[in-house]
């Protein structure tokens, strides 16, 4: 058994492309998703390539451990990036938003991010390997009725600085990744790319799924030896730190 990469929310956006673009590199892929579906598909376009896919809900602790428990039988686990997340449904403000939801998202997208680092932080010391979080622009800029996303990702960046730390003597880099605002299904649920003022980004345009590959690549390779506890902000220029 070789080494293997995990992918989470796999099965779409982000994370499909980040899982796409490692198979193409040959690299062995463990993709995970709620939606086991989207796997199905996912499988079905790299029938001959390198992958297993996994059905998890990053929220539970017994489903992350159960997908651990599949990347150690599937081999050593060199890197996770951990792309699952979820999108908010209400866009208001916060007096208008359900509670259940903002419980929710932050049950998704943080307590999801802090149970996959605690699952997986160990596997990837036994190859000093590398955990690749997904955070977002919005962690910095803030974004207007959006309250619940936004608490949720600054947690995502916060986790990966203190991740960072605690996973640095097991010879393990944890880093985070910000994408700006970029085309994918759950962007859309919020708002249509199309429409999306791209004024402010000096590169003018929305982000596609594929740009997020070039740092993930990095973070998980040996060019980014000693980098950790850093957020890699991916989004045109419209947000620089």
């Given at each position: 058994m070789g080494a293997l990469v995990v992918v989470t929310g796999a099965g779409r956006g982000l994370g499909r492309?980040?899982?796409?673009?490692?198979?193409?590199?040959?690299t062995a892929v463990l993709a995970a998703d709620l939606d086991g579906a989207s796997l199905d598909a996912l499988r079905a376009a790299h029938s001959d390539a390198p992958l297993t896919t996994h059905v998890a809900d990053v929220a539970d602790e017994?489903?992350?451990?159960?997908l651990a428990g599949a990347a150690r039988g599937g081999g050593e686990v060199a890197a996770v990036v951990h792309c699952a997340a979820l999108v908010a449904v209400t866009r208001a403000p916060a007096a208008d938003i359900p509670v259940e939801e903002f419980d929710r998202v932050l049950a998704?997208?943080?307590r999801g991010s802090w149970l996959v680092g605690r699952a997986f932080i160990p596997l990837l010391a036994e190859t000093r390997g590398s955990l690749v979080l997904f955070a977002s622009e919005t962690a910095f800029t803030g974004s207007q009725g959006l309250s619940h996303y936004v608490a949720s990702k600054g947690?995502?960046?916060?986790?990966?600085?203190?991740?960072a730390r605690e996973a640095a003597p097991l010879g393990v880099r944890v880093n985070a990744i910000a994408p700006g605002f970029t085309d994918t299904e759950g962007a859309r649920a919020i708002g249509d790319p199309a429409r999306y003022d791209t004024s402010a980004t000096p590169l003018g345009r929305v982000g596609q799924p594929g740009d997020m590959?070039?740092?993930v690549r990095f973070l998980i390779g040996d060019?980014?030896?000693f980098v950790t506890g850093q957020t890699i902000h991916v989004n045109g220029g419209r947000h620089v730190s």
């Open positions: 492309a980040v899982a796409e673009a490692l198979l193409a590199d040959g017994a489903s992350v451990a159960a998704v997208n943080a947690a995502v960046v916060s986790l990966a600085r203190a991740f590959v070039g740092a060019g980014s030896a």
